[in-house]
């Protein structure tokens, strides 16, 4: 299991993630904040402890890439550059802003570690795809991470990846799948039920784990299970929670793009400031 420590230093730098992400979004007053407050855990996890990278050298050959499929999650993906010291924190204040390099959609032509422009969903795997491809042709040990949404699942192109991807056998390529149950058009079940979203990567040929996308130290657990892993691509299936970490927003009923009023922004750090101390009181790692 992993250590409490390196855990409670995660948990540390998830809280920045989100508090990053309700001041990028307080400068536009509103947007994706549901789902960059649901995703920071993993991305805690993936940039503080599982890719091979470089901060001050975003481009370096050697790296594992990070793809974010998702280009609306762009908000959470700088968060989470900023916490890993690619992008400045100051930086962040020109989120969404003209000629800003943080536009509200990834963008990879502007923005230091974001590895592929995304938005038209259902592509990002099958950019993995390739990539991974390209990799082992070069003899590279580079790892390719693909972060894509429950709602890509509609996507017929995201199964056509998945089977290329078990067909060439590319161990190099791991899925993170963020099951927030939400999107665009209503709930993900009531747009075209996915579920059981485990069984049918395991039927496409990969090998699947599925984990509590909140719980630190899950992540780590089968992370580090993960590593370990040969012969098939690799997908981790999260289930997490729209505006985790702050109440108000997590009782939201309109949640895919938020709307946020003027007042409540302080209020939403104030909560997400509470919480994360009474997890901490409750663990013993106050610090």
Same mark, same amino acid.
């Given at each position: 299991?992993?250590?409490?420590?390196?855990?409670?230093?995660?948990?540390?730098?998830?809280?920045?993630?989100?508090?990053?992400? #309700?001041?990028? @979004? %307080?400068?536009?007053?509103?947007?994706?904040?549901?789902? $960059? *407050?649901?995703? !920071?855990?993993?991305?805690?996890?993936?940039?503080?402890?599982?890719?091979?990278?470089?901060?001050?050298?975003?481009?370096?050959?050697?790296?594992?890439?990070?793809?974010?499929?998702?280009?609306?999650?762009?908000?959470?993906?700088?968060?989470?550059?900023?916490?890993?010291?690619?992008?400045?924190?100051?930086?962040?204040?020109?989120?969404?802003?003209?000629?800003?390099?943080?536009?509200?959609?990834?963008?990879?032509?502007?923005?230091?570690?974001?590895?592929?422009?995304?938005?038209?969903?259902?592509?990002?795997?099958?950019?993995?795809?390739?990539?991974?491809?390209?990799?082992?042709?070069?003899?590279?040990?580079?790892?390719?991470?693909?972060? #894509?949404?429950? @709602? %890509?699942?509609?996507?017929?192109?995201?199964?056509?990846? $998945? *089977?290329?991807? !078990?067909?060439?056998?590319?161990?190099?390529?791991?899925?993170?799948?963020?099951?927030?149950?939400?999107?665009?058009?209503?709930?993900?079940?009531?747009?075209?039920?996915?579920?059981?979203?485990?069984?049918?990567?395991?039927?496409?040929?990969?090998?699947?784990?599925?984990?509590?996308?909140?719980?630190?130290?899950?992540?780590?657990?089968?992370?580090?299970?993960?590593?370990?892993?040969?012969?098939?691509?690799?997908?981790?299936?999260?289930?997490?929670?729209?505006?985790?970490?702050?109440?108000?927003?997590?009782?939201?009923?309109?949640?895919?793009?938020?709307?946020?009023?003027?007042?409540?922004?302080?209020?939403?750090?104030?909560?997400?400031?509470?919480?994360?101390?009474?997890?901490?009181?409750?663990?013993?790692?106050?610090?």
């Amino acid at each position: 299991m992993p250590s409490t420590r390196r855990a409670a230093a995660l948990k540390d730098s998830a809280h920045r993630i989100r508090m990053h992400a #309700l001041d990028m @979004g %307080e400068t536009q007053g509103q947007g994706y904040i549901g789902q $960059a *407050l649901g995703v !920071a855990d993993i991305l805690a996890v993936v940039y503080q402890d599982v890719l091979n990278h470089r901060a001050d050298e975003p481009d370096w050959p050697q790296r594992d890439r990070f793809l974010l499929s998702i280009g609306h999650y762009a908000i959470a993906l700088y968060a989470a550059l900023a916490e890993a010291g690619v992008l400045d924190v100051g930086e962040l204040a020109t989120y969404g802003s003209d000629d800003s390099r943080l536009p509200m959609s990834g963008m990879a032509s502007y923005t230091p570690g974001m590895e592929i422009s995304g938005g038209s969903l259902g592509h990002g795997l099958g950019v993995a795809t390739g990539m991974a491809l390209g990799l082992r042709h070069q003899g590279s040990d580079a790892h390719v991470y693909n972060l #894509l949404s429950d @709602g %890509e699942l509609d996507e017929g192109s995201t199964w056509e990846a $998945a *089977l290329a991807c !078990a067909h060439h056998g590319l161990d190099n390529v791991t899925a993170i799948v963020d099951v927030n149950a939400l999107q665009a058009d209503g709930p993900t079940e009531g747009v075209l039920r996915t579920e059981p979203v485990t069984a049918k990567w395991e039927a496409f040929g990969w090998h699947a784990v599925r984990v509590d996308g909140n719980d630190i130290e899950a992540l780590l657990a089968a992370f580090d299970s993960l590593r370990e892993h040969r012969g098939s691509p690799a997908v981790l299936v999260c289930d997490t929670r729209i505006g985790c970490g702050v109440p108000m927003l997590e009782a939201r009923e309109k949640a895919h793009f938020m709307r946020v009023e003027e007042h409540e922004w302080q209020l939403a750090r104030e909560q997400l400031t509470e919480r994360h101390r009474t997890t901490a009181r409750k663990e013993g790692t106050v610090r």
